[in-house]
């Protein structure tokens, strides 16, 4: 048995992404980010839809279309496939840990 709080690294000078499951059509991994942001100007754009959900600390997604979404500890969030999306922020004084669970859209 494993804990998902458990093997964070030391170093989180880069995002932490580790894959936890892969099967056909499914892919699970927690991402452990502090003080993190996806570069400016850039988008993720997934061929895959995506539930995302933060275990620990806070973050702050920013979609194409200009919405925003602050997440805690708690909440979750499913973001279809080519939906554009940012990190904006991640808080810096402690770990925020996410569990990102990827499926094909038509299995």
């Not at 998902?4 to 170093?11: H, Q, T, V």
């Not at 850039?42 to 973050?59: H, I, M, P, S």
Request: proline share 5%.
């Amino acid at each position: 048995m494993k804990n998902i709080f458990n093997n964070i690294p030391d170093d989180l000078g880069r995002e932490s992404f580790e894959t936890l499951v892969a099967a056909e059509g499914v892919h699970i991994e927690r991402i452990v980010s502090k003080g993190h942001a996806s570069p400016a100007g850039e988008w993720y754009d997934q061929q895959r839809n995506e539930f995302v959900l933060v275990l620990k600390g806070a973050g702050r997604l920013e979609f194409e279309d200009g919405r925003v979404v602050s997440m805690e500890a708690g909440d979750w969030l499913e973001i279809p496939a080519r939906a554009r999306h940012r990190v904006t922020w991640t808080d810096p004084e402690t770990e925020t840990i996410w569990l990102a669970v990827h499926w094909d859209q038509n299995p």
